[in-house]
């Protein structure tokens, strides 16, 4: 398979770099780092602002064009939420209004390049397990399954062994802008086990058959957790008992599955 290449937008301040992008069938989002300093503290973070590269072409391999700017705060990590009945939206890990790192909504616009409607934050990370080091909550992933729409994302700081994927259930009927329309649990969904450590910053996809969901996410052999270069992939199917999401425990690094179906 060729390499390819798409070299973040000119016009943007500060390192030129791409962290987190998110792929999907009509295009990239992708937030762009700037300086940044996270109010009361000593931490430096990069002020990122998500941006969008549209598809231009169905060919092998797909072309790009930068399209512009979408969030004029601090995001990374955007995604799309599907919902038949109040259309699409952008989710993304934000500081909209709140101290420590959060998720973020807001309404997508049918283009996929535009926002509409104010920043509603859907959740904050209050529980136990999303205070690990430092409180966040980042890394969503929508994921549709047996007629239940779920946010996935990750809790707590990276840098830690804590760092784990939490699951939130959508009620199906109010608008997913508001807290309550979403079912926060006490406890990560998939968290450190057997040598891996730090599983977070998931996302699904479906065997070519349709017939498998399977979860990808990252992890380290570091039991003090990691964010860096010692981070590795792992795909897994994952299961529905009851109707319900499950997550396996982590399986062993040198474990084997078969192939998606």
């Known amino acids: 398979m060729s390499e390819r290449k798409i070299d973040p937008h000119p016009s943007w301040d500060g390192p030129a770099r791409v962290v987190g992008p998110d792929a999907h069938r009509w295009g990239v989002y992708e937030p762009h780092p700037q300086s940044w300093r996270a109010s009361g503290t000593s931490t430096t973070l990069p002020a990122t602002r998500t941006t969008w590269r549209a ?3 169905t060919s092998s391999p797909v072309s790009y064009t930068y399209t512009g700017q979408l969030t004029t705060e601090w995001s990374i990590d955007a995604t799309v939420l599907r919902t038949s ?7 993304f890990s934000c500081f909209h209004g709140v101290t420590y ?22 959740p904050e990370p209050t529980e136990a397990f999303e205070t690990h080091r430092t409180p ?12 239940t729409t779920y946010l996935a994302y990750s809790a707590s700081y990276c840098w830690t062994p804590y760092y784990c994927v939490a699951l939130l259930p959508w009620d199906s009927s109010t608008e997913p802008t508001s807290k309550s329309a979403w ?3 006490d406890s990560c969904a998939l968290s450190s086990a057997k040598g891996n450590y730090g599983t977070g910053h998931n996302s699904f996809f479906q065997s070519p058959d349709a017939s498998e969901t399977w979860i990808a996410y990252h992890a380290t052999s570091k ?6 270069n010692t981070r590795y992939t792992v795909v897994r199917p994952v299961g529905v008992s009851n109707g319900k999401l499950v997550f396996e425990t982590p399986a062993a690094f040198s474990a084997v599955f078969n192939e998606p179906s």
Request: hydrophobic share 35%; net charge negative; aromatic share 8%.
């Open 136 to 147: 966040v909550n980042e890394g969503p992933a929508a994921l549709y399954l047996e007629g």
């Open 183 to 185: 079912a926060k649990g």
């Open 223 to 228: 039991s003090g957790g990691a964010c860096d």
């Open 85 to 91: 009945q109040y259309d699409n939206y952008l989710v």
């Open 55 to 57: 598809s231009v072409s």
């Open 101 to 122: 790192q959060s998720l973020c909504i807001q309404k997508l616009g049918n283009d996929y390049v535009s926002l509409t409607g104010n920043v509603s934050v859907i």
